[in-house]
C-alpha cells in the first residue's frame, strides 16, 4: 500500500481524535446514553446534512462538509466503543480510558485497510 494512504489516514484520524478527545474533557461521555440505533440516526442526519450542502450549494450554517463527515467516523467510533463496552450501566468513563478504545477502533480499522490492499 502506498505511504500516502497510511499518511492521509493517520492526518485524519489524527485530526478527528484530537476533537473527539476535546469534546469528551469538556462535556465528558455524555453519549453513553446513546443506543446503537440512536448512533446510526446521528450518522444518517450527518450523511443527509452533506448531501443536501453538496446538492443545493447553500447552508445556513457555516460548518464546512469536512467536518461534517469528520463528525461520521466519530460517531461510528461511539457505536464501536459502545459495542466493546455492551452493557447499558450508563457509567463515565475517563478521558484515558475513551483514548485506548478510540485509539485501538482506529489501529484495527487502518490495518483492515492495509490488509485489504
Known sequence: MASNTNDQYDHIIQN???TFLKKTQDYGTSWRVYRTISIADQVYIK??????????????????????FEGILNYC????????INNDDLEQLSVQTVQQYYD????????LMQDKN
Open 16 to 18: 478527528c481524535r484530537t
Open 47 to 68: 450523511a443527509k446534512r452533506i448531501r443536501t450542502i453538496q446538492e443545493k450549494k447553500i447552508q445556513r450554517i457555516g460548518d464546512d462538509i469536512k467536518s461534517e
Open 77 to 84: 467510533i461511539i457505536g464501536l466503543i459502545q459495542l466493546q
Open 104 to 111: 485501538g477502533i482506529v489501529a484495527q480499522a487502518k490495518q
